[in-house]
């Protein structure tokens, strides 16, 4: 069992910036993704962003691309969002995830194995 609990997320207004941490503890793997995933109000879940948790190679959606930037401290377990020049449409509750012995592009089409319970982020106009 992984326990992924989220951190970070808050009010800001457009064009502002947050930076949201996902710390994991419990059972680890040997070979794994983590990622972020959002969800708007009436909306789907849709990701955001993963990385390798090994060489760090990183996967973004072309909404957030350049943006966004995941990164990991491997060390503490943790992986981060950086979030710049935000916009109304990046509110929504994110959600961490891992995925055993998954890709980061595996990650954007099927999802994850484990989630976090969310952070809301909000970004008004």
């Known amino acids: 069992q992984v326990q992924l609990v989220e951190s970070g997320g808050g009010l800001v207004q457009q064009g502002g910036s947050l930076r949201l941490s996902c710390a994991a503890s419990?059972?680890?793997?040997?070979?794994?993704?983590m990622g972020w995933f959002r969800q708007a109000p009436g909306k789907e879940r849709e990701f955001v962003a993963a990385i390798t948790w090994s060489a760090g190679s990183t996967y973004y959606a072309d909404s957030v691309k350049g943006r966004f930037t995941i990164s990991r401290d491997n060390a503490k377990n943790t992986v981060y969002l950086q979030m710049n020049s935000l916009k109304p449409e990046d509110t929504g509750v994110y959600y961490c995830?891992?995925?055993?012995?998954?890709?980061?592009?595996?990650?954007?089409?099927?999802?994850?194995?484990?989630w976090g319970q969310g952070t809301q982020v909000t970004v008004s106009s």
């Open positions: 419990g059972r680890t793997f040997s070979s794994y993704s």
């Open positions: 995830a891992i995925d055993p012995y998954g890709t980061p592009q595996g990650m954007a089409h099927r999802g994850a194995g484990y």
